[in-house]
Nanobody, 124 residues
Framework: VQLVESGGGSVQAGGSLGLSCAAS????????MGWFRQAPGLEREGVAAIYTGGGDAYYADSVKGRFSMSEDNAMNTVYLQMDSLKPEDTAMYYC???????????????????WGQGTQVTVS
């Protein structure tokens, strides 16, 4: 599975950004896709995850009500809409995928098999 992120950039606090992640090279109908972020000196943390094909999205408490994850199954793409951004949201954001994952573990980076290259989000 290949994952390619796009979007990101720099924005002032309170602003919005959108990320996209296009998946290719797989034959599975449904799998988990997640967004993770890592700031310098910190561990990679889960932001949001979704079971593709119409599943509900799961969010970290730190982003609930501000971030929204969605999918376009026909385009094999997931999105992360980030609103009301805060300086503490500054990080490298990664898209990840895994075929099988327990619901309670979908925001744990170690559960994911495939990773994108990351895209920087900076909030000032």
């Amino acid at each position: 599975v290949q994952l390619v992120e796009s979007g990101g950039g720099s924005v002032q606090a309170g602003g919005s950004l959108g990320l996209s992640c296009a998946a290719s090279g797989y034959s599975y109908f449904r799998f988990w896709m997640g967004w993770f972020r890592q700031a310098p000196g910190l561990e990679r943390e889960g932001v949001a995850a979704i079971y593709t094909g119409g599943g509900d999205a799961y969010y970290a408490d730190s982003v609930k009500g501000r971030f929204s994850m969605s999918e376009d199954n026909a385009m094999n793409t997931v999105y992360l809409q980030m609103d009301s951004l805060k300086p503490e949201d500054t990080a490298m954001y990664y898209c990840a995928a895994v075929l099988v994952c327990a619901n309670g573990l979908v925001l744990l980076a170690k559960e994911y098999t495939f990773w994108g290259q990351g895209t920087q989000v900076t909030v000032s």
